[in-house]
């Protein structure tokens, strides 16, 4: 039989296939194949093939497109990368964009994956920041009852291996608004701080604008496309819904305590600046006090009746010391000072 003695892939021949294996209609694996080996294998009732890309150029991409009959808009799709989240049906397939995240030395890098879903085909095609998806992989042969239901199972695997690495992300970003918190409620004000809260809400409006439209997709994988997945799979996609929904929630929730954190602190900084004007304003009064009374005996008129007294000096002291003193209790009880 054709795939008894599948060829096998050497695994340095092209570093733009990640995988391409063929499994059994009863689910278990036959093992790594080349491109040029799938149509041989496809001829055996029941199997599927299960390919996995990373970033192929074009000639690849019209090699598995003569391989499988993939349409030639999804074939242009996952050439240019940079499409949105969404779902496209062509014929008895479908095509899948899904924007993946990954934390790269602290920072959330985003990338995106291509699927290629047909009755007897997988085909994911990652670009920019992504995981191998190698585990979803691994995970999906050691349950060969529902591998036998076709790449749908494996469809199954990978969007939850995508939509599960969402999670520890929005965790991540929670953690680091906790460390935050010292320097938001700092008394000094530190602009690094606003910057970093700035960023990670940009970047939270970024995964959330990635992840929403999944809600949809995941949604019609579990109403839709009877052709294509079976029912008893329709559980597994409402479950990565559910995680979809979570995800989303989580990233809602982060944004919100993010906006928080950053009205707080410039609240917290404008508070501040009211307290030093406050302060500056109370040092200014006790000082016009005898700014005004100097000025005023600093007149040199001729008649001025205090002038021949010898009292006049101490009693003009004296009321320069009240005055100030007044002031300086009145600010103390208004606690300005």
């Known amino acids: 039989m054709p795939s008894a003695n599948p060829p096998v892939t ?15 209609g009863d689910g278990t694996r036959i093992g790594d194949v080349t491109l040029d080996g799938i149509s041989d294998v496809l001829q055996e009732p029941g199997t ?22 993939l349409h030639d808009l999804a074939i242009e799709d996952a050439r240019k990368a940079h499409q949105r989240t969404k779902l496209e049906t062509y014929g008895d397939s479908l095509f899948l964009v899904v924007q993946t995240a990954q934390l790269v030395d ?7 994956t291509q699927i290629f879903f047909g009755a007897r085909y997988l085909v994911t095609v990652r670009h920019g920041a992504s995981l191998s998806y190698a585990p979803a992989r691994r995970s999906c042969e050691q349950a060969p009852e529902l ?16 939509v599960d690495n969402l999670l520890p992300i929005v965790r991540d970003f929670r953690e680091e608004l906790h460390r935050l918190e010292a320097d938001i409620f700092a008394e000094t004000f530190k602009r690094s701080t606003v910057r970093r809260l700035y960023d990670m809400q940009r970047d939270l409006m970024t995964l959330r604008l990635a992840v929403a439209p999944l809600q ?3 949604s019609q994988l579990v109403r839709l496309h009877p052709q294509l997945i079976p029912d008893e799979l329709r559980v597994y996609f409402r479950d990565v819904y559910d995680h979809v929904f979570r995800v989303n929630e989580s990233i809602s929730a982060m944004r919100e305590m993010l906006a928080a954190a950053i009205n707080v602190n410039l609240s917290l900084v404008t508070f501040g600046q009211n307290e030093v ?59 300005w000072l």
């Open 48 to 69: 599927f093939v299960w390919v996995g890309l990373h970033e192929p150029d074009a000639a690849l991409l019209l090699k598995l497109q003569e391989e499988f009959d």
């Open 10 to 24: 050497p695994p340095a021949a092209n570093g733009m296939v990640v995988n391409c294996i063929a499994y059994r």
């Open 277 to 335: 004007m406050k302060k500056l304003a109370g040092w200014a009064a006790m000082l016009a006090a005898p700014t005004l009374l100097t000025s005023w005996y600093g007149m040199n008129f001729t008649h001025m009746p205090e002038l021949d007294k010898p009292w006049a000096y101490p009693l003009v002291i004296l009321v320069v010391i009240g005055v100030v003193g007044g002031i300086y209790a009145w600010l103390k009880r208004v606690k």
């Open 216 to 218: 949809d997709i995941t």
């Open 147 to 162: 591998m036998r239901n076709g790449p749908s199972y494996g469809l199954y695997g990978v969007l939850d291996f995508i």
């Open 106 to 112: 602290g920072n959330l890098a985003f990338g995106e």
